[in-house]
């Protein structure tokens, strides 16, 4: 079985930072795509920012230039610095990983349980 970790979540006034990891663990055989997601208060669940085995990123426009996602291959851990937050930032944030476990024939997606960031303004 496999499990993705989330931490870091927490509450900061608008204008600061915080940084989420998360860790993937049990039978795994390979890890694909890893990426960050996140539900605001009455939204649907949204892409925010996503990173490649090889390195490439892709995020929300909303994101650009204030959150960074990164990848440690060896501890099979994804992180996401945001800075400058904003109010409009507050949702629970979803560690999300395309992974091959041991017995598989297939990547699979799974999901982290969820961390909550807020913001206040």
């Known amino acids: 079985q496999v499990q993705l970790v989330e931490s870091g979540g927490g509450l900061v006034q608008a204008g600061g930072s915080l940084r989420l990891s998360c860790a993937a663990n049990g039978s795994i055989w390979s890890i694909g795509t890893m990426g960050w997601w996140r539900q605001g208060p009455g939204k649907q669940r949204e892409l925010v920012a996503s990173?490649?085995?090889?390195?490439?990123?892709n995020y929300a426009d909303s994101v650009k230039g204030r959150f960074t996602i990164s990848r440690d291959n060896v501890k099979t851990t994804v992180y996401l610095q945001m800075s400058t937050l904003q109010p409009e930032d507050t949702a629970v944030y979803y560690c999300?990983?395309?992974?091959?476990?041991?017995?598989?024939?297939?990547?699979?997606?799974?999901w982290g349980q969820g961390t909550q960031v807020t913001v206040s303004s």
């Open positions: 990173i490649t085995t090889g390195g490439s990123t």
């Open positions: 999300n990983a395309k992974i091959w476990t041991i017995g598989s024939s297939t990547f699979n997606d799974y």
